[in-house]
């Protein structure tokens, strides 16, 4: 992975509402963010910030009141937002997968798994027989018994169907596999194993992640890069070990201190005081600012642009990199 290549993914300016009878809410604003072959990209913020939002606008599957109002996603080269629902359903899958917070989401409770397989290699045009062949090699690849491709999802036990999810979506040997929370619903232990598994997957086939997670000690080790965003923008992006050791945005700060076993002891634990915004009435200027122990009056009126903190180290924070903040 070297950020020196061309993107593969790149959002620029992304804006999505759900639009309701109260009027639109703007739930990312102006998003900008870049994935680069073979890279992991670490998605983090608190609940409803729209890293979902995000993950399904990038394969234009948000449903309504939903609406994509304006930016772009390009990948390698390609205009998602413009391409014709055809070709962009003969993309996704092929070039892009997703594995959802639930694997029930993702599989059938009327088809076998060797049958969600087939679907996959025909729908794409790839022949049975090749397929067949292909399902037993990636159950063995994440570490399932082919034998289960004869169950029914309902047969397997939630780690195993979340296998079955990633399985599925390394099927067409897509350049970037997008994980929103992929292992939430599962133990630790089952949760480590899986997202092990993909990386040292990642390491042989060479996709991308976008890599969605609650778990930021996890995220901290597994990703290259991490994107913190706050109430539907985003307020620092950079290289894991820049992100960790000098974080520039108070909210990253936040985030790394509430969890114990990243920095210092018990004692200093804790979490950020408050809760995000209502996205219908979003706080004026910086959206953190009514959390924010180092807001000034320049906070409240105006919305900080991301900049450049160091090279590869993007904030949007006025007082980021000052002394003392
Ligand atoms: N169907 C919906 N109608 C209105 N608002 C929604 C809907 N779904 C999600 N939201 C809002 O969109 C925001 C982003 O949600 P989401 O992308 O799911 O966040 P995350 O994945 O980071 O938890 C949240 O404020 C959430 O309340
Ligand atoms: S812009 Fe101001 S309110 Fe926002 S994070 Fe920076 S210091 Fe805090
Ligand atoms: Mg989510």
Not at 195 to 207: D, I
Not at 232 to 243: D, S
Not at 257 to 277: D, K, M, N, W, Y
Request: aromatic share 4%; charged share 20%.
């Amino acid at each position: 992975m070297t950020t020196a290549a061309a993107p593969l993914l790149s959002v620029r300016d992304l804006v999505v509402e759900y639009i309701d009878a109260a009027g639109d809410v703007r739930i990312l604003d102006a998003l900008s963010l870049d994935v680069y072959p073979g890279e992991i990209l670490g998605l983090a913020g608190e609940s409803g910030c729209g890293k979902s939002t995000l993950a399904f606008a990038i394969l234009r599957l948000l449903r309504p009141p939903a609406v994509i109002r304006g930016g772009s996603v390009h990948f390698a080269g390609q205009d998602l937002l413009a391409m014709p629902e055809d070709a962009l359903r003969a993309l996704r899958w092929r070039d892009i997968s997703i594995v959802f917070q639930s694997a029930m989401d993702a599989l059938n409770p009327v088809l076998t798994v060797g049958e969600h397989f087939e679907d996959t290699f025909r729908a794409h045009g790839r022949p049975a027989e090749a397929g067949r062949a292909r399902a037993r090699e990636l159950m063995t690849l994440v570490d399932l018994d082919p034998v289960n491709l004869r169950s029914f999802p309902h047969q397997l036990s939630g780690g195993m169907r979340q296998r079955v999810g990633i399985a599925l979506a390394l099927a067409l040997e897509p350049r970037l596999v997008i994980l929103d929370e992929p292992t939430t619903a599962l133990d630790v232990v089952v949760q480590r194993a899986i997202l092990e598994k993909l990386v040292s997957l990642r390491a042989r086939l060479g996709f991308a992640m976008v890599f969605i997670t609650h778990d930021l000690p996890l995220m901290l080790e597994l990703a290259d890069r991490i994107g913190v965003l706050y109430a539907g923008r985003l307020a620092e992006l950079a290289p894991t070990a820049a992100l960790a050791a000098h974080p520039g945005h108070p909210y990253t700060r936040g985030l790394l201190h509430a969890f114990p076993s990243l920095h210092g002891s018990l004692s200093e634990v804790r979490a950020i005081e408050g809760t995000p915004p209502s996205l219908r009435s979003p706080p004026t200027g910086c959206r953190f600012h009514p959390r924010c122990p180092a807001a000034t009056a320049a906070c409240v009126a105006e919305n900080p642009a991301v900049r450049a903190l160091a090279p590869g180290h993007l904030v949007a924070c006025h007082h980021a990199g000052e002394a003392a903040r």
